[in-house]
């Protein structure tokens, strides 16, 4: 089957049993996490997760969650091929291998992670009128410069950003996010961020470390990250393996409009999706590759406590 009608069957197969239970996909259908994997602190507000063991039976271009809400995702362009043995932490199996395929063709090849739905994605409702994301997992680099953008005739050109994970707003043409890690350029510098959107066409804040993002992600190295967005007072933290990453905002105003009377919650609709290792899961355009590997991968619909983040880091790097 064609990957794009693959993809929407996927999505309409979801739907079909949320209007059936008149919830998200059941309980059954994902697969939890094993208590090894994912702190019990964390476990109740694990939306959805993806460690790369799990191919859909039948379709193993297709990712299992391991979460709660059962939301597949694609592995595009390279599918099963995409699943490499590699190990972030103890226990783990495989990781997921993003990378651009060729930098001098516009072709829509490059090999990245995610789903998407134009009508947004059902099981993903947990992100939708919410006061709180997180997003983590393990990344490791194989890349020491954002890389060449194949959108342009210039063989000079590079792309300005290098994608790691993240949540889709509600009216996201692919790229659009709610949350996200990412390393983008800053002021002229590239610089490891969590970026975040309250409100589907809204302004977005930035929240960027101070450190050389080198040092943050050596290349060929294993680190766990984690971003955090408090949507009701606009606070975005980063952590590096467990401990907090110091940084600055790259706006001083008010982005998400959280200065009046809340609660302040993000947009209640649903979002278009999750995009891992670069934009546009529905793969009409390439931007932003990550020749990069991941696991562990967790999308939470709370934010997680300096405290916990530092406990699911352990968790795994014991």
């Known amino acids: 089957m064609p ?3 693959r993809a929407a069957v996927a999505t309409v197969s979801l739907l079909t049993i949320g209007a059936l239970t008149g919830a998200g996909a059941p309980a059954a259908q994902a697969d939890r996490h094993r208590p090894s994997d994912v702190h019990p602190a964390l476990r109740a507000h694990l939306v959805a997760a993806y460690d790369f063991d799990h191919p859909v039976p039948g379709d193993p271009a297709l990712e299992r969650d391991q979460g709660r809400s059962g939301t597949e995702i694609e592995l595009v362009n390279g599918g099963a091929t995409m699943r490499v043995r590699d190990h972030a932490y103890r226990g783990s199996g495989n990781a997921v291998q993003t990378r651009q395929v060729d930098p ?3 072709g829509n090849d490059d090999w990245k992670a995610g789903t998407w739905s134009a009508s947004g994605v059902r099981t993903l409702r947990a992100f939708s009128a919410t006061a709180g994301t997180t997003v983590m997992g393990w990344f490791k680099l194989e890349m020491d410069s954002p890389l060449p953008n194949s959108t342009t005739a210039d063989p000079t050109d590079r ?3 290098i994608g790691l994970a993240g949540v889709l707003t509600g009216d996201s043409d692919g790229h659009g996010v709610r949350a996200l890690l990412e390393l983008i350029d800053v002021n002229g ?3 490891l961020v969590a970026l975040g959107r309250r409100l589907d066409g809204g302004n977005s804040q930035t929240f960027a470390a101070s450190q050389d993002w080198r040092d943050l992600l050596p290349t060929g190295e294993w680190v766990h990250l984690a971003a955090t967005f ?6 975005l933290a980063l952590y590096r393996n467990g401990e907090p990453v110091d940084g600055f905002y790259t706006r001083t105003d008010d982005p998400w409009l959280v200065s009046g009377p809340g609660p302040h919650l993000t947009t209640a609709s649903d979002p278009r999706g999750i995009k891992i ?3 546009f899961p529905q793969d009409t355009v390439e931007r932003n590759p990550c020749d990069c590997r991941m696991d562990g991968l967790m999308f939470l619909d709370s934010v997680v406590s300096a405290t916990d983040v530092r406990r699911q880091y352990r968790h795994l790097a014991r």
Not at 230 to 235: I, L, M, W
Request: aromatic fraction near 10%; avoid cysteine; charge should be positive.
């Open 104 to 106: 001098s063709l516009n």
């Open 3 to 5: 990957r794009a009608r």
């Open 230 to 235: 408090d949507f009701g007072t606009g606070a």
């Open 159 to 161: 792309y300005n950003a």
């Open 189 to 191: 510098e590239l610089r």
């Open 277 to 279: 290792g670069g934009s």
